[in-house]
């Protein structure tokens, strides 16, 4: 367990991950997505220090992935759920993650499959990766409070995750109530695709002044014009604790 957790934290105890898992789930073609091992290389020589996807891109883009730590991304709803660990453990990744939908009426077993998962990655040592959604993705605004998204990520925690990826609340004071109710790291996923980089960088300072552990980051990263400068920016602030200012210099 500790040797893979170096693969994916570095010793500052922060994390940078490229989020690549979108191809296995959304109806389209995803520009940045269409030729994965370009966006790879792209992020990976920019500084990422984990690419998060699915078992196909993770097997046959092995040589682009070679450079930074592989977390895969999987469903406990699938038949294949019992073999995810083994699975990982196939291919070399460094952590699992899956998702989990606190208080979903439609999927009221979202955090009974995570805990399953759980015990099976505990049992592996293998790290595991819970991304809590609190009502999920269509839920309304009462679930997108600071208190709810705190009270979710405790829920992964409690299943057995060894980090946690959520909602980041819009400010640094209102995060802290998330990272103070969560006894493992959090880290903060990507959000919605914005063409602004300053915004993009604010919400990564913020993040980690309120005690996050790291970003995990999708389309606002392979999405970019330029995802291996963006990578770059956001590294500086998390392993060099540089300023906005000082980050948006990586873009140019």
């Known amino acids: 367990m500790k040797r893979r957790m170096h693969h994916l934290f570095k010793e500052d105890g922060r994390i940078l991950i490229v989020a690549m898992d979108h191809a296995g789930f959304v109806d389209t073609p995803m520009p940045g997505m269409i030729h994965p091992g370009e966006t790879i290389r792209k992020v990976v020589a920019g500084g990422a220090d984990v690419v998060m996807t699915t078992f196909g891109t993770a097997t046959k883009f092995t040589e682009e992935l070679a450079g930074c ?17 083994e699975a990982a453990l196939s291919i070399g990744a460094d952590g699992v993650k899956t998702m989990a939908y606190p208080w979903l009426a439609s999927d009221p077993n979202s955090a009974v499959n995570a805990l399953r998962l759980g015990a099976e990655c505990h049992k592996w040592g293998m790290p595991y990766l819970v991304e809590t959604i609190p009502g999920g993705f269509m839920g309304g605004a009462e679930f997108k409070t600071p208190e709810k998204i ?20 819009g400010d640094p004071e209102s995060f802290r109530i998330v990272v103070e109710n969560c006894p493992v790291p959090v ?4 959000g919605s695709k914005t063409n602004n980089d300053r915004e993009i960088l604010d919400v990564v300072k913020g993040a980690i002044e309120a005690g996050a552990s ?34 948006l210099k990586k873009l140019g």
Not at 71 to 81: H, N, Q, V
């Open 214 to 247: 790291g970003v995990a980051m999708g389309r606002n990263i392979w999405q970019h014009q330029h995802p291996d400068k963006l990578v770059a920016a956001i590294a500086s602030i998390l392993h060099e604790n540089a300023t906005v200012d000082q980050a």
């Open 187 to 190: 880290v903060i996923l990507g």
């Open 150 to 169: 705190a009270a979710g990520a405790r829920i992964g925690a409690e299943c057995g995750a060894d980090f946690v990826k959520t909602f980041y609340t």
């Open 69 to 85: 730590g592989l977390i895969l991304s999987a469903s406990t709803e699938s038949p294949m759920g019992e073999y995810i660990v």
